[in-house]
T-cell receptor, first 113, second 114 residues
Framework: NAGVTQTPKFQVLKTGQSMTLQCAQD?????MSWYRQDPGMGLRLIHY???????DQGEVPNGYNVSRSTTEDFPLRLLSAAPSQTSVYFC????????????FGPGTRLTVT | GENVEQHPSTLSVQEGDSAVIKCTYS??????FPWYKQELGKRPQLIID?????GEKKDQRIAVTLNKTAKHFSLHITETQPEDSAVYFC?????????????FGTGTRLTVIP
Protein backbone atom coordinates (compact mmCIF):
# COMPACT_ATOMS: atom_id res chain seq x y z
CA ASN A 1 0.00 0.00 0.00
CA ALA A 2 1.23 3.47 -0.86
CA GLY A 3 -1.09 4.94 1.80
CA VAL A 4 -1.94 8.59 1.24
CA THR A 5 0.00 10.35 -1.49
CA GLN A 6 0.10 14.03 -2.36
CA THR A 7 1.51 15.95 -5.29
CA PRO A 8 3.31 18.25 -5.68
CA LYS A 9 5.57 18.43 -2.60
CA PHE A 10 6.40 22.08 -3.17
CA GLN A 11 4.73 24.78 -5.24
CA VAL A 12 5.20 28.50 -5.75
CA LEU A 13 2.33 30.48 -7.24
CA LYS A 14 1.81 34.10 -8.10
CA THR A 15 -1.21 35.91 -6.71
CA GLY A 16 -4.24 35.20 -8.86
CA GLN A 17 -3.00 31.91 -10.31
CA SER A 18 -5.02 28.75 -9.89
CA MET A 19 -3.84 25.22 -9.27
CA THR A 20 -4.92 21.81 -8.04
CA LEU A 21 -3.29 19.89 -5.22
CA GLN A 22 -3.64 16.17 -5.75
CA CYS A 23 -4.42 13.59 -3.08
CA ALA A 24 -4.93 9.86 -3.48
CA GLN A 25 -5.30 6.90 -1.12
CA ASP A 26 -5.31 3.18 -1.78
CA UNK A 27 -6.83 1.97 1.52
CA UNK A 28 -10.46 2.14 0.39
CA UNK A 29 -11.17 4.80 3.01
CA UNK A 30 -14.56 6.47 2.81
CA UNK A 31 -13.49 9.65 4.59
CA MET A 32 -11.00 12.10 3.11
CA SER A 33 -10.14 15.61 4.14
CA TRP A 34 -7.85 18.56 3.55
CA TYR A 35 -6.16 20.51 6.33
CA ARG A 36 -3.89 23.49 6.25
CA GLN A 37 -1.15 23.95 8.78
CA ASP A 38 0.06 27.40 9.73
CA PRO A 39 2.60 28.27 12.43
CA GLY A 40 0.99 28.52 15.86
CA MET A 41 -2.44 27.54 14.55
CA GLY A 42 -2.38 23.77 14.40
CA LEU A 43 -4.23 22.05 11.58
CA ARG A 44 -7.47 23.50 10.34
CA LEU A 45 -10.02 21.63 8.26
CA ILE A 46 -10.68 23.08 4.79
CA HIS A 47 -13.04 20.57 3.16
CA TYR A 48 -13.97 16.98 3.70
CA UNK A 49 -15.77 14.10 2.02
CA UNK A 50 -17.54 11.10 3.54
CA UNK A 51 -17.72 9.22 0.26
CA UNK A 52 -17.60 9.51 -3.50
CA UNK A 53 -19.86 12.29 -4.72
CA UNK A 54 -20.22 13.87 -1.26
CA UNK A 55 -18.24 16.89 -0.07
CA ASP A 56 -18.72 19.51 2.60
CA GLN A 57 -17.02 22.55 4.06
CA GLY A 58 -14.77 22.58 7.07
CA GLU A 59 -13.58 25.50 9.20
CA VAL A 60 -11.73 27.48 6.52
CA PRO A 61 -13.24 26.69 3.09
CA ASN A 62 -13.09 30.11 1.42
CA GLY A 63 -10.92 30.19 -1.70
CA TYR A 64 -10.86 26.42 -2.12
CA ASN A 65 -12.95 23.90 -4.05
CA VAL A 66 -13.02 20.13 -3.88
CA SER A 67 -14.65 17.23 -5.67
CA ARG A 68 -14.76 13.50 -5.01
CA SER A 69 -15.55 11.58 -8.17
CA THR A 70 -13.85 8.38 -6.97
CA THR A 71 -13.16 6.80 -3.57
CA GLU A 72 -9.40 7.10 -4.17
CA ASP A 73 -8.96 10.75 -5.19
CA PHE A 74 -9.75 14.03 -3.48
CA PRO A 75 -8.19 17.03 -5.28
CA LEU A 76 -8.11 20.50 -3.74
CA ARG A 77 -8.40 23.46 -6.10
CA LEU A 78 -7.22 26.95 -5.37
CA LEU A 79 -9.31 29.21 -7.55
CA SER A 80 -7.30 32.45 -7.37
CA ALA A 81 -4.30 32.14 -5.10
CA ALA A 82 -3.69 34.77 -2.43
CA PRO A 83 -0.66 35.26 -0.13
CA SER A 84 -2.92 34.26 2.81
CA GLN A 85 -3.04 30.78 1.29
CA THR A 86 0.69 30.28 1.83
CA SER A 87 0.71 27.21 4.05
CA VAL A 88 1.45 23.52 4.29
CA TYR A 89 -1.48 21.43 3.08
CA PHE A 90 -2.16 17.93 4.34
CA CYS A 91 -4.61 15.45 2.95
CA UNK A 92 -5.90 12.73 5.29
CA UNK A 93 -8.12 9.69 5.04
CA UNK A 94 -9.81 7.18 7.35
CA UNK A 95 -12.68 4.77 7.67
CA UNK A 96 -15.93 6.31 8.85
CA UNK A 97 -16.84 3.67 11.40
CA UNK A 98 -15.04 1.87 14.24
CA UNK A 99 -11.48 2.55 13.10
CA UNK A 100 -11.03 6.29 13.12
CA UNK A 101 -7.30 6.67 12.79
CA UNK A 102 -6.61 9.32 10.18
CA UNK A 103 -3.68 8.74 7.89
CA PHE A 104 -1.99 11.86 6.64
CA GLY A 105 -0.23 12.42 3.38
CA PRO A 106 3.32 13.87 3.26
CA GLY A 107 2.07 17.41 2.70
CA THR A 108 2.39 20.10 0.06
CA ARG A 109 4.24 23.30 0.91
CA LEU A 110 2.62 26.14 -1.02
CA THR A 111 3.99 29.65 -1.29
CA VAL A 112 1.96 32.42 -2.91
CA THR A 113 3.90 35.54 -3.83
CA GLY B 1 -18.24 24.16 16.53
CA GLU B 2 -15.59 22.51 18.68
CA ASN B 3 -12.75 24.57 20.14
CA VAL B 4 -9.65 22.79 21.41
CA GLU B 5 -7.05 24.61 23.47
CA GLN B 6 -3.62 23.14 24.14
CA HIS B 7 -0.92 24.03 26.68
CA PRO B 8 1.94 24.61 26.87
CA SER B 9 3.03 25.72 23.44
CA THR B 10 6.63 24.76 24.15
CA LEU B 11 8.06 22.32 26.67
CA SER B 12 11.66 21.41 27.42
CA VAL B 13 12.55 18.47 29.65
CA GLN B 14 15.69 16.61 30.56
CA GLU B 15 16.08 13.14 29.14
CA GLY B 16 14.47 10.64 31.49
CA ASP B 17 12.00 13.14 32.96
CA SER B 18 8.27 13.12 32.32
CA ALA B 19 6.35 15.46 30.04
CA VAL B 20 2.68 16.42 30.33
CA ILE B 21 0.62 18.22 27.71
CA LYS B 22 -2.91 19.38 28.45
CA CYS B 23 -5.91 20.07 26.25
CA THR B 24 -9.40 21.34 26.86
CA TYR B 25 -12.40 21.06 24.55
CA SER B 26 -15.69 22.92 24.38
CA UNK B 27 -18.21 20.53 22.80
CA UNK B 28 -19.57 18.04 25.32
CA UNK B 29 -20.66 15.81 22.40
CA UNK B 30 -17.02 15.13 21.44
CA UNK B 31 -16.20 11.52 22.20
CA UNK B 32 -12.93 10.68 20.45
CA PHE B 33 -9.60 12.27 21.36
CA PRO B 34 -6.48 11.36 19.38
CA TRP B 35 -2.94 12.61 19.86
CA TYR B 36 -0.64 13.12 16.90
CA LYS B 37 3.12 13.46 16.81
CA GLN B 38 4.75 15.48 14.05
CA GLU B 39 8.49 15.38 13.57
CA LEU B 40 10.17 18.22 11.74
CA GLY B 41 9.17 18.25 8.08
CA LYS B 42 7.08 15.10 8.41
CA ARG B 43 3.40 14.27 8.43
CA PRO B 44 1.37 14.01 11.66
CA GLN B 45 1.12 10.43 12.94
CA LEU B 46 -1.28 9.02 15.51
CA ILE B 47 0.45 7.93 18.72
CA ILE B 48 -2.48 7.22 21.02
CA ASP B 49 -6.19 7.89 21.25
CA UNK B 50 -8.95 7.63 23.82
CA UNK B 51 -12.71 7.43 23.69
CA UNK B 52 -15.11 9.04 26.12
CA UNK B 53 -16.11 5.75 27.74
CA UNK B 54 -12.56 5.31 29.07
CA GLY B 55 -10.75 7.43 31.66
CA GLU B 56 -7.18 6.40 30.91
CA LYS B 57 -5.22 4.51 28.31
CA LYS B 58 -1.56 3.48 28.29
CA ASP B 59 0.83 2.34 25.62
CA GLN B 60 4.33 1.71 26.96
CA ARG B 61 5.75 5.14 27.93
CA ILE B 62 2.73 7.06 26.70
CA ALA B 63 -0.57 7.53 28.51
CA VAL B 64 -3.63 9.66 27.98
CA THR B 65 -6.19 10.64 30.59
CA LEU B 66 -9.66 12.06 30.03
CA ASN B 67 -11.90 14.00 32.38
CA LYS B 68 -15.29 14.32 30.66
CA THR B 69 -16.81 16.43 33.40
CA ALA B 70 -14.09 19.05 33.16
CA LYS B 71 -13.73 18.55 29.41
CA HIS B 72 -10.00 18.12 29.44
CA PHE B 73 -7.54 15.43 28.45
CA SER B 74 -3.81 15.09 28.85
CA LEU B 75 -0.85 13.30 27.30
CA HIS B 76 1.79 11.90 29.61
CA ILE B 77 5.19 10.75 28.35
CA THR B 78 7.43 9.06 30.90
CA GLU B 79 11.17 8.40 30.70
CA THR B 80 11.51 10.83 27.82
CA GLN B 81 14.10 10.18 25.13
CA PRO B 82 15.63 12.52 22.52
CA GLU B 83 13.53 10.84 19.82
CA ASP B 84 10.41 12.07 21.63
CA SER B 85 11.35 15.60 20.50
CA ALA B 86 8.58 16.72 18.11
CA VAL B 87 5.41 18.76 17.95
CA TYR B 88 2.42 17.07 19.58
CA PHE B 89 -1.17 17.87 18.66
CA CYS B 90 -4.30 16.94 20.51
CA UNK B 91 -7.61 16.73 18.69
CA UNK B 92 -11.27 16.08 19.34
CA UNK B 93 -14.22 14.91 17.31
CA UNK B 94 -17.72 13.55 17.66
CA UNK B 95 -17.81 10.10 16.12
CA UNK B 96 -21.59 10.12 16.02
CA UNK B 97 -21.68 12.67 13.21
CA UNK B 98 -20.36 10.07 10.79
CA UNK B 99 -17.74 12.51 9.55
CA UNK B 100 -14.32 12.16 11.13
CA UNK B 101 -13.64 15.89 11.32
CA UNK B 102 -10.81 16.49 13.74
CA UNK B 103 -10.51 19.78 15.60
CA PHE B 104 -6.88 20.26 16.53
CA GLY B 105 -5.14 22.12 19.30
CA THR B 106 -2.37 24.53 18.33
CA GLY B 107 0.43 22.09 19.17
CA THR B 108 3.17 21.68 21.77
CA ARG B 109 6.81 21.66 20.73
CA LEU B 110 8.54 19.19 23.03
CA THR B 111 12.32 19.27 23.29
CA VAL B 112 14.07 16.51 25.19
CA ILE B 113 17.54 17.62 26.27
CA PRO B 114 20.10 14.78 26.34
Amino acid sequence: NAGVTQTPKFQVLKTGQSMTLQCAQDMNHEYMSWYRQDPGMGLRLIHYSVGAGITDQGEVPNGYNVSRSTTEDFPLRLLSAAPSQTSVYFCASSYRRILYEQYFGPGTRLTVT
Amino acid sequence: GENVEQHPSTLSVQEGDSAVIKCTYSDSASNYFPWYKQELGKRPQLIIDIRSNVGEKKDQRIAVTLNKTAKHFSLHITETQPEDSAVYFCAATNEQTGANNLFFGTGTRLTVIP
